[in-house]
């Protein structure tokens, strides 16, 4: 079965930073735009980050402008979330999902807990 696995979440201090990574499993990721959504403990869920197939273009939501870089590893079949001056308020589980559009059903996500 087709999908792809989030990993990399974990607890950080403000002003940290984390790495999530995106692998695909049961098909070529290459083909894809991939994005990263995210949702915060009784939040809705939110688009973060969207990078082409290629990896030549990316999207930012102006939250996480400047301190969040997507890119791609098509070698590796992975897409990363490096993610850097992390603020509480991205405390939340983060997905990644094929062409950077809503999943009908969602997978665990990695969680993201930024806290002193």
């Known amino acids: 079965q087709a999908h792809l696995v989030e990993s990399g979440g974990g607890l950080v201090q403000p002003g940290g930073s984390l790495r999530l990574s995106c692998a695909a499993s049961g098909f070529n990721l290459d083909y894809y735009g991939i994005g990263w959504f995210r949702q915060a403990p009784g939040a809705e869920r939110e688009a973060v980050s969207c990078?082409?197939?290629?990896?030549?273009?990316?999207k930012y939501t102006d939250s996480v402008k400047g301190r969040f870089t997507t890119f791609r590893d098509n070698a590796k079949k992975t897409v990363y979330l490096q993610m850097n001056s992390l603020k509480p308020e991205d405390t939340a589980v983060y997905y990644c999902?094929?062409?950077?559009?809503?999943?009908?059903?969602w997978g665990q996500g990695t969680q993201v807990i930024v806290s002193s």
């Open positions: 990078i082409s197939s290629s990896g030549d273009t990316t």
């Open positions: 999902v094929p062409d950077c559009a809503p999943l009908a059903a």
